[in-house]
């Protein structure tokens, strides 16, 4: 049925098959990629990817040619949802449908694991996301995104719109609850929960946070700049949450606002002190991602200094 299995040249195999010496030019082309295009330490991810490598225990595919490790993807499967960790091709080898041959191998893979119905990824580093044929195409559905970048002194020109009514404290772990339910209400019915399907329930969304919290995926959180807004009966009812994704480049990894605050600067504010706290930490760009039909948000954040750097897109399989 898969054509990455009728290709010998280059072939596709299971990721337990090479080792971390075969990925490591690889993955330090990839970090060096990652960071030339956003300002993002890749090595934290790169790391873990050798560690999982090198036990044998992480689910992928590599690309080969002859005996040279030319690509790679992983994957993890989260009860019935599969996500597509990172899938990456060496610039000199790079086309489309190497690419394809690597995703192709691993959204089947997840196809074939008992219970999965959909795979979702998005992949900054994939070549011309947007236009390319993907397989599987019948389950599949595709949403441009794209990477803002502002410089972070750029926080000193904004002014202070202090919400009338409402709170601004820094954010910790006790209010992840609260947090969830906000994220829920606030993406019902948004194109982002069409991408991420965490965000439909207030379960999904506290394993989002979760992942946030502890994992690099999205960098290494970073309280100290992280803010939480609520109203005049202190219910929660705006977040802007934070990581460093280098020693010198903060990322705003989550931020929503009830929808009953919307159009009051709640979101501005959040935002305008998470990048204050940023630049006071030393980082000099602070970046963020939005799906492209999100105009009302996208206008925010251009009105605040933030420009493109990058589109990618978000790749959703549902076969329900």
Same mark, same amino acid.
């Given at each position: ?5 009728? #290709? ?26 990652? *960071? ?5 330490? &890749? ?17 992928? &595919?590599?690309? !080969? ?23 990456? %091709? ?15 191998? $691993?959204?089947?893979?997840?196809? *074939? ?8 990824? /998005? ?12 397989? &599987?195409?019948?389950? &599949? @559905?595709?949403?441009? *995104? ?37 994220? =829920? ?12 399907? /965490?965000? @439909? ?5 506290? @394993?989002?946070?979760?992942?946030? %919290?502890?994992?690099?995926?999205? +960098?290494?959180?970073?309280?100290? =700049? ?9 219910? !929660?009812?705006?977040?802007?949450? $934070? ?17 009953? /605050? ?9 935002? @305008? ?5 940023? %630049? ?9 991602? %939005?799906? #492209?039909?999100?105009? +009302?948000?996208?206008? !925010?954040?251009?009105?605040? +200094? ?12 549902? #076969?329900?």
């Amino acid at each position: 049925m898969a054509a990455w299995l009728e #290709s010998p040249d280059p072939l596709v195999v299971d990721l337990r098959k090479v080792t971390a010496a075969d990925l490591a030019p690889l993955l330090e082309e990839e970090t060096a990629a990652w *960071r030339t295009a956003l300002d993002w330490d &890749f090595e934290p991810s790169a790391d873990l990817v050798r560690r999982f490598v090198g036990m044998q225990a992480l689910n992928g &595919f590599a690309l !080969l040619d002859g005996t040279r490790t030319i690509g790679y993807s992983y994957y993890i499967r989260e009860e019935k949802k599969g996500l597509i960790g990172d899938l990456y %091709v060496q610039a000199p080898d790079r086309t489309p449908e190497r690419e394809n041959a690597l995703m192709e191998a $691993t959204v089947e893979a997840l196809w *074939r694991s008992p219970g999965v119905h959909r795979v979702e990824a /998005q992949l900054p580093m994939l070549e011309s996301p947007l236009a390319r044929k993907p397989p &599987f195409a019948s389950w &599949f @559905r595709s949403y441009p *995104r794209r990477f803002l970048e502002a410089p972070a002194a750029q926080a000193f020109a904004l002014a202070e719109r202090e919400p009338e009514g409402i709170a601004i404290s820094p954010w910790t772990e006790a209010k992840q609850d609260d947090s969830a339910r906000l994220v =829920a209400a606030a993406y019902r019915g948004h194109v982002d929960s069409e991408i991420n399907d /965490q965000y @439909r329930s207030p379960s999904g969304a506290r @394993r989002f946070l979760s992942n946030i %919290v502890q994992y690099p995926g999205c +960098g290494t959180f970073f309280a100290p =700049a992280s803010y939480a807004a609520s109203d005049a009966k202190g219910a !929660l009812c705006g977040i802007s949450l $934070t990581s460093l994704v280098a020693w010198d480049t903060g990322h705003i990894t989550q931020i929503c606002v009830a929808p009953s /605050q919307r159009g009051k600067s709640v979101g501005y504010e959040l935002l @305008r002190r998470s990048m204050l706290a940023l %630049v006071a930490h030393g980082c000099r760009r602070v970046g963020l991602t %939005v799906t #492209s039909t999100n105009k +009302g948000a996208i206008r !925010l954040y251009q009105q605040m +200094g933030f420009a493109d750097r990058r589109d990618f897109a978000a790749y959703v399989w549902d #076969s329900w």
